[in-house]
C-alpha cells in the first residue's frame, strides 16, 4: 500500500519514532493504556532495549510506564492479569528470544483466557519484541514469532516500516485480543545498517490520526510472474533482489508483506498467487515449521492448480543463529539466496 | 465448608459412574482454606484458581448449578462447557477460570493487583496455589514483582504435603513455606489450614493491609487433601496412619464441634444446614444432567473477542 499523501508535507520518521507516536497517542486517548517492561523508563536508562519509549516518562510518569525486575514471566503475567482486569498494557520484551521466559503466560495464560471462561472475558494486550539475527548470537538473534503463529488465541504481527508499524501498533493497542508484535532489530534506525543493506528505513507518516488493521497484507511492489512474500528485513531484500531480477532478467516480483501473520490476509496472498501463478516464501526463522511452510500448504490447498512450479521458502538454515558476521550471512536468507530461488521457480 | 465437602462427594460418585467426563482434582479436607480466605474477601475481590478449584468456586459464589453443569460440560455451566473441571471461574464473581498450570496464577495475580493499584478501585486479588508451586519461578517473579510493587495481592498456599505424589520434604530444604516470604521483603506467615477461624483471621489481616497498599502477604495454610492428587491416584506414598491423624483434624467437625461448644447453633439447626445443602445439589445435579450441551457449531467464535 502506498503512504498516503500527507496535507502540509510529507514527515518521514523511522520505526522507533513511529512505534513511540503510536504508544504516545494511545496513552494520551485512552488512561488504560499503560507500559510494562525492563529499563523502560529509569531516568538516564534506554528506554527501552532500542530506544523506543525515550522521554515518554517526562510526560506519562512512572505510575504508566512500570520499570519491572528482570522477571519476563512477571512482565507477562501482569500483562495478562491488567488486561483481564479492562486495562490494555504494551509490555515489552528487549528481545523476542526472551519470549522462551514467558511462553506460559503467552500461550497457556493470554491466548486461553477467553476460550476458558467460555468468551466472558476479554485479554487486550500488546507484547512488543524486536526480531532477528544482527551479530549478537544465537540467544539474541532468533526470529521465534512461528511459535506464536501456532497458537489460537493470539495475534501475530510483523512491522517493517514506520508507517505500518504506527498503524498497526494503535490498532494493537486497541484489539481486544493479545497481539504478539514483532519488529526487527535491524529496522529500527534511520541510516540503515550496513547489515540492513544501507536502506533508508524512514517511511513517510501522516501527522494526522489513522490506524492501519490487523490481517491485512500490503503489496509493496507489483508484479507478474512470481508471488514473493516476506516480513521484516527479508522483505527489503525481496525488493532489492525484485529490481535486479527486473532489470537483469526481466522478471517481475510481485512483493507483498503480509504484516499479520495470524491471522493471514488470505485474500491478497492468493489474488496474487493465482495472477502469477509463482510463489517464494521467505522468512528469517528456521525454515522447517516455519510460517512459511503454513503459507504454502494452504496456498497448494487453496490455489495448487493456479501454480505454474513448486511453492519455495527461503527461510533460516536449520541451525541456532552462529556469531561470526560470515557464519550468520550463511543463515538468513540473503537477496543471493532469493535470487536463485526466483529463477528456479521462473526457469 | 459443608457445601464444598458434599459437592466433591457426588462429583466422587459422579465421575465414578461415567456422568463427568475427564478428571477431577479433589478438595475433601482443605475446606477451610478456600472458605476462610473468601470470607475475608468482598464480593468484588478477585481469585485466583488451581486445577483443584471446586472449593474456591464455591466459596467466591459460583452456584453448584453452574460448578456442575460446568463440570459436565454443558452450555448452562460457569465456562459454557469450554473451561471444565480444571478451568473452572466466573468473572460475576471474581474468579477468573482456574489456572491449572502449576504456578500459573502466580504472576497473573499480579496483573490484576497492578490494575487495581493503577486505578486505585481498592480492590484485593487472592492467588491460591499448593505447596508444589512455590518452587516454580512463576512463584519467585510473581511474588517478588508484588512486593516491589505494593500490589494488593494475597499469596495463599495450600500447603498440603504432597505435590502429587511428591513429598515436600523431597524438594525443599526450607520446612516452611512461609520463610520464603522474607527473601522479597514480604510478610510469611504460617496458618492452621485446617482451622476456618484461623484462616479467616490471617486472611482477614493479610487482605487489609494489601488494601491499605502495604503489598503481600505470602499465608503458608497447613492442610491435608484427604482424598488422592487424581482419581487415579490409591496414595501409595503416604500412610493410612498420616492421613488417620489429619482427619481428625477435619475442619468441618471441628467447626461443628465449636459452634456447639459456645451455643452458637444447635443440633438441630446444623442437621438443617446439611438438608439444605443436600437438596442444593441434587438440584444442581438435576440441572447439570438436564442442561443443553454446547453447540460444537459455536466453538471458533470463542478463541477470540
Request: proline content about 5%; hydrophobic content about 40%; aromatic content about 6%.
Amino acid at each position: 500500500m502506498p503512504t498516503p499523501e500527507t496535507p502540509g508535507g510529507a514527515r518521514r520518521l523511522t520505526i522507533a519514532e513511529a512505534l513511540r507516536e503510536a504508544v504516545a497517542e494511545e496513552m494520551r486517548r485512552d488512561e488504560s493504556v499503560f507500559l510494562i517492561g525492563e529499563d523502560i523508563g529509569i531516568e538516564g536508562g534506554f528506554g527501552g532495549a532500542f530506544g523506543v519509549y525515550l522521554g515518554l516518562t517526562d510526560e506519562f510518569g512512572h505510575e504508566r510506564i512500570i520499570d519491572t525486575p528482570i522477571s519476563e514471566k512477571a512482565i507477562a503475567g501482569a500483562a495478562v492479569g491488567a488486561a483481564l482486569m479492562g486495562l490494555r498494557p504494551i509490555a515489552d520484551m528487549q528481545y523476542s528470544d526472551f519470549l522462551f521466559e514467558c511462553m506460559d503466560e503467552l500461550v497457556n495464560q493470554a491466548a486461553k483466557m477467553r476460550l476458558m471462561s467460555g468468551g466472558r472475558l476479554r485479554v487486550p494486550l500488546v507484547m512488543r519484541a524486536p526480531v532477528g539475527a544482527t551479530v549478537r548470537g544465537a540467544q539474541h538473534g532468533q526470529s521465534p514469532e512461528s511459535y506464536f503463529a501456532h497458537v489460537p488465541g493470539l495475534k501475530v504481527v510483523c512491522v517493517s516500516d514506520a508507517y505500518h508499524a504506527k498503524g498497526l501498533l494503535k490498532s494493537a493497542v486497541r484489539d481486544d485480543n493479545p497481539v504478539l508484535f514483532f519488529e526487527h532489530k535491524l529496522l529500527y534506525g534511520t541510516k540503515g545498517r550496513e547489515q540492513a543493506g544501507g536502506l533508508d528505513l524512514t517511511a513517510e507518516v501522516p501527522e494526522e490520526e489513522y490506524l492501519f488493521p490487523i490481517g491485512r497484507a500490503v503489496v509493496k511492489r507489483a508484479g507478474c510472474d512470481v508471488t514473493l512474500v516476506a516480513t521484516h528485513v527479508s522483505l527489503y531484500r525481496c525488493l532489492a533482489a525484485a529490481e535486479a531480477l527486473a532489470a537483469e532478467a526481466g522478471i517481475e516480483c510481485e512483493v507483498i508483506d503480509p504484516l499479520t501473520l495470524l491471522p493471514l490476509d488470505a485474500d491478497t496472498l492468493w489474488t496474487s498467487v493465482r495472477k502469477t501463478g509463482r510463489l517464494v516464501i521467505v522468512h528469517e526463522d528456521t525454515l522447517t515449521g516455519g510460517w512459511g511452510g503454513e503459507v504454502a500448504a494452504r496456498a497448494a490447498d487453496e490455489c495448487l492448480y493456479a501454480l505454474e512450479a513448486p511453492i519455495k521458502r527461503v527461510a533460516a538454515l536449520d541451525v541456532p543463529v552462529p556469531y561470526a558476521p560470515v557464519l550468520e550471512q550463511a543463515v538468513v536468507p540473503t537477496s543471493e539466496r532469493i535470487t536463485t530461488a526466483v529463477l528456479e521457480v521462473c526457469r | 465448608m459443608l457445601l464444598v465437602r458434599r459437592f466433591e462427594e457426588r462429583v466422587y460418585y459422579l465421575f465414578l459412574e461415567g456422568e463427568i467426563p475427564g478428571t477431577v482434582h479433589q478438595y475433601q479436607g482443605q475446606e477451610a482454606v478456600a472458605v476462610g480466605v473468601c470470607d475475608a474477601l468482598e464480593a468484588s475481590d478477585w481469585i485466583t484458581s488451581t486445577h483443584r478449584p471446586h472449593g474456591h468456586a464455591l466459596a467466591k459464589g459460583v452456584t453448584p448449578r453452574a460448578a456442575m453443569a460446568e463440570l459436565y460440560g454443558k452450555e448452562t455451566g460457569c465456562c459454557r462447557g469450554r473451561g471444565g473441571s480444571m478451568h473452572l471461574g466466573d468473572p460475576d464473581v471474581g474468579m477468573l477460570p482456574a489456572i491449572a498450570i502449576v504456578g500459573g496464577g502466580n504472576t497473573v495475580v499480579t496483573g490484576l493487583g497492578l490494575a487495581f493499584k493503577l486505578q486505585r478501585t481498592g480492590q484485593v486479588a487472592a492467588c491460591f496455589f499448593g505447596e508444589g508451586a512455590t518452587n516454580e519461578g512463576a512463584f519467585h517473579e510473581g511474588l517478588n514483582f508484588a512486593a516491589v510493587q505494593r500490589l494488593p495481592v494475597v499469596f495463599v498456599c495450600e500447603n498440603n504435603l504432597y505435590g502429587a505424589s511428591t513429598p515436600w520434604e523431597r524438594v525443599s530444604l526450607v520446612p516452611s513455606v512461609a520463610a520464603r516470604a522474607g527473601a522479597y521483603g514480604a510478610t510469611g506467615q504460617v496458618v492452621d489450614g485446617m482451622d476456618v477461624l484461623a484462616v479467616r483471621q490471617a486472611a482477614a489481616s493479610a487482605v487489609a493491609a494489601a488494601r491499605a497498599g502495604e503489598g503481600p502477604t505470602l499465608l503458608d495454610c497447613r492442610t491435608y487433601r484427604f482424598v488422592g492428587h487424581s482419581r487415579s491416584d490409591a496414595r501409595g506414598y503416604r500412610s493410612r496412619e498420616e492421613e488417620e491423624e489429619w482427619k481428625l483434624r477435619d475442619p468441618i467437625v471441628r467447626l461443628r464441634q465449636q459452634l456447639l461448644e459456645d451455643g452458637s447453633a444447635d443440633e438441630a439447626a446444623l442437621e438443617a444446614v446439611g438438608g439444605e445443602v443436600d437438596a442444593e445439589l441434587d438440584d444442581a445435579v438435576e440441572f447439570a444432567r438436564s442442561s443443553p450441551d454446547p453447540d460444537p457449531a459455536e466453538l471458533l467464535t470463542d478463541a477470540y473477542a
